[in-house]
């Protein structure tokens, strides 16, 4: 496998976009941990292979355990996920696969039982910033296994 063709280097203009919604991520105060769940459970869905490997070591470095790591991609079955992490894996599975399981009003009032008005915003740009980067990785076919996080744990 070969990366076809380095993205941020081609077109530095529109990954410094990308960039700032990763920068936005760190501003919308929640908690680490949960974005990592959101960027795997995402990544899962979309077959990506780099983020994968990039955000499941991400969450390790966070603290995150190999057991709910290891699970996410059944959350529904297992009792280690609190509810408002379930309701935002969820609202992660709608948005990713919007074309055919949409966003309706039972999970956007499940999600605002957990989060405010600008948490369901942030929420989503969350996500979609996720499938964005699983789009570009995938298109530019990003080879996994070399990416280490900057904290370790």
Not at 42 to 61: E, F, P, V, W
Not at 82 to 97: G, H, P
Not at 99 to 111: G, H, I
Request: aromatic share 10%.
């Amino acid at each position: 496998m070969e990366q076809r063709i380095n993205a941020a280097q081609v077109a530095p203009e529109a990954y410094k976009i990308m960039l700032q919604f990763e920068a936005y991520a760190k501003k919308t105060g929640f908690d680490t941990t949960l974005i990592e769940l959101i960027k795997i459970r995402a990544s899962q869905i979309n077959g990506c292979a780099y983020c994968l490997d990039m955000h499941t070591k991400d969450a390790r470095a966070f603290g995150e355990t190999e057991q709910r790591i290891y699970c996410l991609n059944a959350w529904r079955e297992a009792p280690f996920y609190s509810d408002a992490e379930r309701v935002v894996l969820e609202l992660t599975e709608a948005v990713t696969l919007v074309a055919t399981s949409r966003v309706d009003d039972e999970l956007y009032k499940k999600v605002r039982a957990h989060f405010d008005e600008k948490q369901y915003v942030d929420l989503v740009f969350l996500i979609n910033t996720i499938n964005s980067w699983n789009r570009l990785s995938i298109a530019m076919n990003n080879v996994p296994g070399d990416y280490q996080p900057a904290v370790k744990n």
